[in-house]
């Protein structure tokens, strides 16, 4: 799944542009565009890192279509609204546990060399009431620069550029396994060997000139 961010004029409705491995492809809605990293940004950063497979990245890639989506392309697979609600049904418990965790990784990412008691400190309070999502701090530590390099990329974008990331096939989200059991949430190895799945790109048809290239 390809999921692209583009650079709006601040204050317009920003968006995510979400292309399913099923063919189908969505319009995400979020906040207003702004130089600050947008939220579903932060959120696919740290479900990646983390390897959280059911949340809101994970779901959306498994078949869920939030109230927040609107398809724009391609021909959806057959019965996939049936499928969403189902996916949502059991969604509910594990998408706050995401939340919460991504939550936290937002937080650690405000401090400048953060402790390992820093991390379980911002942990107990983030987590209060996910007690079941405990984390390692290391990984959350490494998800936190994760997200720093990306609002650093993010801060440099123009309007009209835009940034894309890849999810991987492998994240599928594990909402048909009946009740999720807890786990310490570790790094996502595989993806730190390759470095970040993003890339930076302009809109199709136009090819950017020296001057408007990124500093």
């Known amino acids: ?21 099923d063919g189908a492809t969505y319009r995400l809605y979020g906040g207003p565009a702004g130089p600050r990293l947008p939220h579903d940004i932060r959120h696919l950063v740290a479900e990646r890192e983390l390897a959280i497979s059911d949340g809101i990245w994970g779901g959306i890639a498994s078949g869920i279509v939030f109230s927040t989506m609107r398809h724009v392309s391609g021909r959806r697979p057959s019965h996939s609204a049936e499928r969403s609600r189902q996916l949502l049904a059991a969604f509910r418990d594990r998408g706050l546990r995401a939340e919460a965790l991504a939550n936290l990784v937002e937080a650690v990412a405000l401090l400048d060399h953060p402790s390992e008691e820093q991390i379980r400190q911002l942990a107990a309070a983030k987590l209060s009431m996910r007690p079941e999502a405990g984390v390692d701090p290391a990984a959350i530590a490494a998800a936190a620069t994760a997200l720093q390099v990306e609002a650093a990329r ?18 599928q989200a594990a909402l048909r396994g009946g009740p999720h059991a807890a786990r310490t949430v570790r790094p996502n190895r595989s993806s730190n060997r390759r470095g970040p799945a993003t890339r930076l790109r302009w809109p199709r048809g136009r090819a950017p000139g020296r001057a408007d290239r990124p500093r």
């Open 1 to 21: 799944m390809r999921v692209t961010f583009p650079r709006l004029p601040d204050h317009d409705r920003g968006y995510a542009l979400v292309e399913r491995d």
């Open 154 to 171: 993010w801060a440099r974008l123009r309007v009209g550029q835009e940034i894309s990331y890849d999810w991987p096939r492998t994240a």
